[in-house]
């Protein structure tokens, strides 16, 4: 695991372990991620050998488990938070809910009615 340690850090939120390991995941995710597709499409290609397609198949199954896409997590920016996160701003419930009161977030206001 030494191997996939993020030697500089170009992080602008919150840090604790858990963002560092996210942060250090989507890395090594980009880094594999053509070499797992050519893998998968090697494996459910029905013309190729069988033996071909269980060589692939074996491969993909040792690769290392930061490369695989559902390893990664949406984190809040503001404090590294896993659940409750928010995709078009990236934030969780809470951040969320103080920056558009603050008025941080453009577009965004407390609904009134």
Do not use: Q, S
């Given at each position: 695991m030494s191997m996939f340690r993020s030697?500089?850090?170009d992080l602008g939120c919150f840090v604790n372990i858990k963002v560092i390991r996210d942060?250090?995941?989507?890395?090594?995710?980009?880094?594999?991620?053509t070499e797992r597709q050519a893998?998968?499409?090697?494996i459910r290609n029905t013309t190729l050998p069988p033996r071909m397609r269980a060589q692939a198949q074996l491969q993909l199954s040792q690769m290392h488990s930061y490369t695989r896409p559902t390893q990664i997590r949406n984190r809040c920016i503001e404090g590294g938070r896993a659940r409750g996160v928010l995709r078009d701003f990236k934030m969780a419930r809470f951040c969320f809910r103080m920056?558009?009161?603050?008025?941080?977030?453009?577009?965004v206001q407390k609904a009134s009615w």
């Open positions: 030697k500089k850090l942060h250090t995941k989507r890395k090594v995710f980009a880094e594999h991620e893998l998968r499409y090697i920056n558009a009161l603050r008025g941080d977030i453009p577009g």
